[in-house]
């Protein structure tokens, strides 16, 4: 199986733009959708980006996807930070050799 | 709008069985456009796949712990199943089940259920 890394903690100002990486150890990016998830304290995680770039119906244009080729990485973009924005953002692929689901550390994002 | 939620054993001691079953509401338990899955979280840590159910029947499991883990359907009460035998203290998590469509997206989320395995 392939492996996603993602940075174990980000912090940004309010108002301010913050882009967290996901990269992907083996294989190509593209090979396989990438999904991003965010999570708050004590709460389940939720859809924020899925299939590389799109947004499920009720998450701000805000939040925006995006694949890096030329580092193997998919990232996710905030735009308009809001202390509410803070929690662990996770990305999430799938690796169809395996049938294995794969998901990143997760980063922890903290808007100050 | 799919619905999903998880109940079972909330504390267990070493070397049982851990049973959750996730009820499933907004979309039928047979539909093709759904894979039925579970995922952990230990606290503090990050999620972890457990293992999912294709719309074909075809259940795939995490290699760490396959040889543990079954996750069946039950059709009649529209709900899926994950058991977990001889666990131990490294098991207590929150555990989720989740609705996976498309190209493996966790579409759906239950609340989470936690899990103590303590002697």
């Known amino acids: 199986n392939f492996m996603l890394t993602q940075p174990h903690s980000v912090s940004e100002s309010p108002g301010k733009t913050v882009t967290i990486s996901c990269t992907r150890t083996s294989g190509n990016i593209d090979d396989n959708y990438v999904h991003w998830y965010r999570q708050r304290p004590g709460s389940a995680p939720v859809s924020l980006i899925y299939e590389d770039i799109l947004r499920p119906s009720g998450v701000s244009d805000r939040f925006s996807g995006s694949i890096v080729s030329s580092s193997n990485s998919a990232s996710l973009t905030i735009s308009g930070l809001e202390t509410e924005d803070e929690g662990d953002y996770y990305c999430q692929s799938y690796d169809p050799t395996s049938h294995h689901m794969i998901f990143g550390g997760g980063t922890k994002l903290t808007v100050l | 709008q799919l619905q999903l939620q998880e109940s079972g054993s909330g504390l267990l001691r070493p070397s049982q069985t851990l049973s959750l079953t996730c009820a499933v509401s907004?979309?039928?338990?047979?539909?093709?456009?759904?894979?039925w899955t579970w995922i952990r979280q230990p606290p503090g840590k990050g999620l972890e796949w457990i293992g999912f159910m294709h719309p074909s029947g075809a259940t795939y499991y995490n290699s760490s712990l396959e040889s543990r883990t079954t996750v069946s359907v039950d059709r009649s009460k529209n709900q899926f199943s994950l058991k977990l035998t001889s666990v131990t203290v490294a098991d207590t998590a929150v555990y989720f089940c989740?609705?996976?469509?498309?190209?493996?997206?966790?579409?759906?989320w239950g609340p989470g259920t936690l899990v103590t395995v303590s002697s």
């Open positions: 989740a609705g996976v469509g498309a190209a493996a997206h966790f579409y759906h």
């Open positions: 907004g979309a039928s338990i047979t539909s093709p456009i759904y894979s």
